[in-house]
């Protein structure tokens, strides 16, 4: 008669993506997955495989139910450098309060980590195109209204962009203030629009 489970796994996954997540992937041993989830090893080999197999399945979630519903949002809203400006404000706001607060973002601390295999490295490449692609169709919102500075490349903006919510994540886990991040943010979507700021008039 075969193995029936006594458990819940997307209960379990969740649970492992809370511990990946604040922990990272190289801090965490199989034996704090099995103290966090109450499971016992041979249950979680024969559902999920090793801690490899579980970690990727933990980040693909954590793609999949955090980032890419926030992404898909900017990428369709419309209003240009209004929507980004937003994106950001949320960001720094989930990443210095709250019950996250502190942890920075799951497929930051990835790309942070000290051991990067293929399979990882394909799930960090695509969440980074799919968040250059979302900022690049809001930034051609924003030309589309007038809002950006004659000259601005687009493709490059959304780049930096990109790489401006990996610095905030990153250096929000480290403790920056929310408001020396939100400083910066302001500072360089300054520099996108077309409108002069008042204190440079």
Known sequence: M???????PDRVLD????LFWRRGASSTGVGEVVAVT???????YSTFGGKQELYLAALRRYVDRRSRPVLDALA??????????EFFDRLVQ???AGPQARWGCMVSNA?????????VRQILDDHHERLRSSMRSALESARSRGQLRPGLHVGS???ALALLAYGVNLRSRAGAPAADLRATVTALLETLSAEIPAKEK
């Open 2 to 8: 075969p193995d029936v489970k006594h458990f819940d």
């Open 15 to 18: 649970e492992v993506v809370e």
């Open 38 to 44: 109450g499971l016992s090893r041979s249950s979680l």
């Open 76 to 85: 369709s809203d419309g209003r240009g450098l209004p929507v980004i400006a």
């Open 94 to 96: 989930a990443r210095c």
């Open 111 to 119: 790309h942070a980590d000290t051991v990067v295999d293929a399979d």
């Open 157 to 159: 903006t959304a780049e």
